[in-house]
């Protein structure tokens, strides 16, 4: 396993492109990126969905005078999408650090493990790659796909979306 770091969330598109653009050279990377698109969209879900646009590969999108420079995620990844309304612990799950123990709070640094298997390198080019999740028992395949700049872009992401223990309710109580 691979260990990425990301940085904070991104309050914007045009940064969180940047950060893309640097991380998503590689396979790994462009699954950790995804794992970002998945944080910014718990956290304000027009953001998150512009950053979805941009670290899906192409197949995955739907053209769109709402989306970003005309295009938002395809149905078949707003299904999965709409399936975790409410659910603000899924993208946090695939931090290390976090689990359903702890609510999946967020540690100070974003770290995402990757890694990959002897048969991840599939014939046409594509990657899969697995993201381990604090709240499953095995690391969740996402294959990647690299585009003509060089950046990987998630292809077949469906097992991310599969869902994961659900946190523990943590009660404060300071009477």
């Known amino acids: 396993m691979k260990t990425i770091t990301l940085p904070s969330l991104p309050e914007n598109i045009d940064s969180f492109i940047e950060i893309r653009d640097q991380i998503a050279n590689s396979p790994e990377g462009g699954a950790a990126i995804f794992v970002l ?3 910014m969209f718990e956290n304000e879900r027009k953001l998150g969905e512009q950053a979805f646009t941009v ?6 999108l739907s053209e769109s005078m709402m989306g970003y420079k005309g295009f938002t995620p395809s149905q078949s990844i707003k299904f999965h999408l709409n399936r975790f309304e409410g659910k603000n612990y899924w993208g946090k799950s695939y931090i290390i650090g976090t689990s359903f123990e702890n609510g999946y709070l967020l540690p100070a640094q974003l770290n995402v493990e990757v890694g990959r298997n002897p048969s991840s ?4 080019g594509d990657i899969k790659v697995f993201v381990k999740c604090t709240g499953a028992d095995t690391p969740r395949p996402i294959t990647m796909r690299i585009n003509d700049k060089g950046i990987w872009k ?3 992401c469906s097992s991310m979306f599969v869902d994961m223990r659900v946190p523990k309710q943590i009660i404060s109580d300071d009477l």
């Not at 670290?55 to 995955?60: K, M």
């Open 37 to 39: 698109a998945m944080l």
């Open 55 to 60: 670290a899906l590969d192409r197949n995955n």
């Open 121 to 124: 390198e599939q014939s046409n």
């Open 154 to 156: 998630a292809y077949e």
